[in-house]
């Protein structure tokens, strides 16, 4: 499980004050299409000009297969660009339907390359009326940064990208601040299928020639990036797009407890070796058999995996994490960068984690005001219990704001069960940010905040990912079963609360919000918490209350 530093302002911040002041701003929904090698995808998102995010609405994909160019000229097929043209067409009408108000389009590699690259996208103006931008390889390379950095939290630790593409693949060095190396080599998975595999399974020579000119192809690349690397420094590997996705699934379908969403899903470089291994004896129609690829991700799946494991060997990675977010989402994060959305990429980024859980309190209808109360009591007791009621040294505090933010969001499904359909949105709901464990853990913190105790059986214990993430799991949702506890009506009627504590006892007075305001309520209601409270922590718990002086 990552290590999350804890952030004293997770509420109350200003930033959390502007946003409550006009949560009601309209949405802006704005389209974006990349014109790839493989494929063409078209991406329609919903952007929060309060929140400063955005929501993927519609997700599409077409292999359109640009980049089978004519072998002798190197041209763009008339039938490739055709297939592009009705994809296109498709596309233009799907975002209107979705009354987008602006629809950016991207081309890459292969309309890049091709000596009729420029009369392509002349044709796509004039029979669409679509402008696309051409864009270099640096500049895609500077994209997927910013889709990669709408989606991970980075902190201030230092990111490797690596994008594997059908006729180029991007190396990108970065952090939460900036990209301090950004790389576009020629060496894709289609190209390389094309260019070199006539026959299969390769034969051990043809495999050894394949992984030297990767290894050539990369290492001016490698060679940067390396330079850009301060000493002592440990980056984290992240890969994304389609090969990528697709080793993923392949690798994901292996596990135990298969992960629902594979951004955030940790590979390590052994894992890719024996997947590499079984690829290269597989058959073409051997692998167009395996389910998690379609027909055309079988066909150039062995050259991508190469390049994976290949760049993984040369700069000694053991481990990397998927991103479902890339160049598409890197077109979104760009116009809300050039339309004044956000004023800089570094506040999105430093940010991302709270915007994403007060998307989803929006998104599901939860009481916002009663969740923030909540939140700040149990943030309140976690500050000054370290010691008797956990022990946990920072990363738990950000996990226990979410749950807190989102503990209710299941009760307009069955009030009597919420705390179970809490679970089941979150856990299904994108928080972005957050690794794959600690979602996990932050659903199943709202999950147990109330009724039973987590039991072997339940799916939402068995599906955490070792004892430290239960036990931080068991202390967190203790406190925010007592801090729910104090917040029973729906007006706030307890101003603050005050904490002592020792190695026996805490002890909880309760101040009321006006003079002659009986907490009676809150007192037996966190009262009734002291059985569990003894049984996990062995302290007893009392409970007083004052009325406000004010």
Not at 51 to 58: G, H, M, Q
Not at 69 to 78: A, F, N, V
Not at 188 to 195: F, M, P, Y
Request: aromatic content about 4%; glycine content about 6%; some cysteine.
């Amino acid at each position: 499980m990552s290590n999350v530093e804890p952030s004293s302002s997770i509420v109350d911040t200003e930033d959390l004050m502007e946003l409550r002041s006009s949560l009601k701003e309209d949405c802006r929904n704005v389209g974006a299409i990349d014109i790839g090698t493989n494929s063409t995808h078209l991406l329609v998102a919903s952007v929060d000009p309060l929140l400063r995010t955005f929501r993927v609405d519609l997700a599409e994909k077409s292999t359109t297969r640009l980049g089978e160019r004519d072998p002798d000229t190197g041209e763009l097929t008339q039938v490739a660009m055709d297939r592009v043209f009705d994809t296109l067409n498709r596309y233009k009408e799907l975002a209107s339907s979705h009354q987008v108000e602006q629809l950016v389009i991207a081309a890459t590699s292969a309309v890049r390359e091709a000596p009729n690259g420029l009369f392509f996208l002349e044709k796509i103006k004039e029979k669409l009326d679509l402008h696309v931008d051409l864009i270099s390889g640096a500049e895609e390379a500077r994209l997927i940064y910013l889709g990669v950095l709408s989606g991970m939290s980075f902190g201030e630790k230092q990111h490797l990208l690596l994008d594997i593409g059908g006729g180029s693949t991007e190396l990108v060095l970065a952090d939460g601040r900036d990209a301090r190396a950004l790389t576009s080599t020629r060496v894709g998975a289609v190209r390389l299928q094309r260019d070199f595999i006539k026959q299969e399974p390769l034969s051990s020579q043809r495999r050894h020639f394949l992984q030297t000119f990767i290894q050539g192809s990369l290492e001016p690349a490698v060679d940067k990036v390396s330079r850009r690397l301060r000493s002592g420094e440990n980056p984290v590997m992240v890969a994304t797009s389609g090969t990528a996705m697709a080793i993923g699934s392949l690798l994901a379908s292996q596990e135990d407890n298969r992960p629902l969403k594979l951004h955030g899903f940790l590979i390590s470089k052994s894992m890719v070796d024996e997947l590499v291994e079984k690829l290269l004896l597989m058959t073409p129609e051997e692998r167009r058999k395996i389910p998690q690829l379609n027909e055309r991700r079988s066909e150039i799946i062995v050259p991508g995996a190469l390049i994976l494991q290949t760049t993984m060997k040369m700069l000694n990675i053991n481990e990397l994490v998927l991103s479902e977010r890339a160049l598409r989402e890197g077109l979104i994060v760009d116009w809300m960068l050039r339309h004044g959305v956000l004023e800089d990429r570094f506040n999105f980024q430093s940010s991302i984690r709270q915007r994403t859980v007060l998307h989803q309190a929006q998104r599901f209808a939860v009481a916002r005001e009663r969740s923030e109360r909540v939140a700040k009591h149990a943030i309140t007791i976690y500050d000054n219990t370290f010691g008797t009621l956990h022990h946990d040294k920072g990363v738990g505090r950000e996990l226990l704001w979410a749950a807190a933010m989102l503990h209710s969001c299941g009760q307009h499904i069955n009030l009597s069960a919420y705390h179970k359909h809490s679970w089941y949105l979150i856990r299904h709901g994108e928080l972005l940010g957050y690794s794959q464990s600690e979602h996990l853990m932050v659903a199943a913190i709202a999950r147990y905040h109330r009724k039973s105790l987590p039991k072997k059986r339940h799916e939402a214990w068995q599906s955490l990912s070792g004892r430290e993430d239960r036990k931080i799991v068991a202390e967190m949702a203790l406190i925010l079963r007592m801090a729910t506890a104090i917040d029973r009506r729906p007006e706030p009627v307890v101003s603050s609360i005050n904490i002592y504590s020792d190695s026996s006892q805490v002890s909880i007075q309760l101040v009321s919000d006006k003079p002659n305001q009986s907490l009676s309520l809150e007192e037996w209601s966190l009262m009734n918490t002291s059985g569990i409270v003894k049984d996990l922590t062995g302290v007893d718990l009392e409970v007083k209350s004052v009325r406000s002086d004010k």
